[in-house]
């Protein structure tokens, strides 16, 4: 079964808005990690936040993490046309170390 | 892309043949990963390798093997193709392990059942 499930499945926004992704889990994690899919294309690894961090920055990217309900958030801030593709969020679970699982994603449509 | 070449990019197989997908890389890697997408369910691990000859079971192994014999290499077969298994199959590779850092990904090979 899927370890983590995004929410919402799909966001559109206007370019220059901020557009929040949320993902929740179900079992005590390693890290959680975000990722990036262009229509057609493979995966790019955004960000990784470990299980003793609370926030992440890098760029326009904002990452949280709460332990103790299982969720993370990615904030994208100041929105690009360039933006629009599909985010997964990821865990490495502590029972399963290295085995990376993912959520089924969130379908973000920047409109310019 | 971090040096990873997945063969072939697309594939139409008949039911019931057998099929093998290859993931290279050369990066030296210790990590490789197979996983599936389908529309609905995101993306689920079906197989990985923590070293040559090192391979263990994901979330939806039943239908398929692997075989790492050297670093670079990472099969994975289908013994025996069923149209359940039409997907984009997607290969990963990860220097320290999903637990340390992030992967990086082939570009996947669409793979058809008929």
């Known amino acids: 079964s899927q370890q983590g499930e995004e929410d919402p499945q799909a966001l559109s926004i206007q370019e220059g808005e901020n557009a929040t992704m949320n993902c929740s889990y179900k079992t005590s994690i390693n890290n959680l990690q975000w990722y990036r899919q262009n229509s057609g294309r493979g995966l790019v690894h955004l960000i990784l936040?470990?299980?003793?961090?609370r926030e992440k920055h890098s760029g326009r990217l904002r990452v949280t993490l709460d332990t103790s309900k299982k969720s993370s958030s990615l904030l994208i801030t100041a929105s690009r046309a360039a933006d629009t593709a599909s985010y997964f969020c990821a865990t490495d679970s502590r029972s399963a170390t290295n085995k990376l699982i993912f959520g089924t994603g969130t379908l973000l449509a920047v409109q310019p | 892309d971090a040096g990873i070449t997945q063969s072939p990019r697309h594939k139409v197989t008949e039911t019931g043949t057998p099929v093998t997908l290859r993931c290279h890389q050369t990066e030296n890697h210790r990590y490789m990963y197979w996983y599936r997408q389908d529309p609905g369910h995101g993306l689920r691990l079906i197989h990985y390798s923590y070293g040559v000859k090192d391979t263990d079971k994901g979330e939806v192994s039943d239908g398929y093997s692997v075989s790492r014999s050297k670093t670079e290499d990472f099969l994975l077969t289908l013994e025996s193709a069923t149209s359940s298994q039409t997907s984009v199959y997607f290969c990963a590779i990860s220097e320290a392990g999903a637990g340390f850092s992030g992967a990086f990904f082939g570009q996947g090979t669409r793979l058809t059942v008929v």
């Open positions: 936040i470990r299980s003793n961090e």
